[in-house]
């Protein structure tokens, strides 16, 4: 079974495709926001992307990291596009999709939310996946969600 991990940026949405069956990181990529895009046009593009990688990795199940509801600064666009990523799944032939913030990958991963923010800030590795100390908070955010939509 393959899972997409995804977490948004303002400017960026980071994807992580991950193989269940093989417990290994299949790709991490980002889309990039093309600047000349208004925002219509730049929720459109992410939606686009986003779908065909869903088709061209075959995935069946995804999860997608939200803004806490207590971030002090929280940024429209993020969420605005967090939206259009949930009705993207919503409208693809995924199995099954979850979101959720960190108390929410901790438990899915069962690991305690304190150790959780060990292994984001690359102090622990997670389930010895290559290159982890490599990656950065956001990817590393990703391949959590990821692991956690295998039970989405």
């Known amino acids: 079974m393959r899972t997409i991990g995804i977490r948004v940026e303002p400017k960026k949405v980071t ?59 929280p940024n429209i666009l993020r969420i605005q596009i967090e939206g259009v990523i949930q009705e993207a799944l919503a409208s693809s032939d995924v199995e099954a999709y979850f979101r959720g913030q960190i108390s929410s990958l901790s438990s899915r991963l069962n690991i305690k939310r304190k150790d959780l923010k060990k292994y984001l800030e690359g102090e622990l590795v997670l389930r010895n996946i290559e290159g982890w100390s490599d990656l950065s908070t956001v990817e590393r955010e990703a391949v959590c969600t990821a692991i956690g939509a295998c039970d989405a």
Do not use: M
């Open 15 to 73: 994807f992580v495709i991950y193989d269940a069956d093989a417990g290994e990181v299949i790709n991490i990529e980002g889309i990039k926001i093309p600047k000349a895009l208004d925002v219509p046009e730049a929720l459109k593009y992410i939606r686009s992307n986003l779908l065909d990688v869903i088709v061209e990795y075959e995935v069946q199940r995804a999860g997608i990291r939200v803004t806490e509801p207590s971030a002090q600064k």
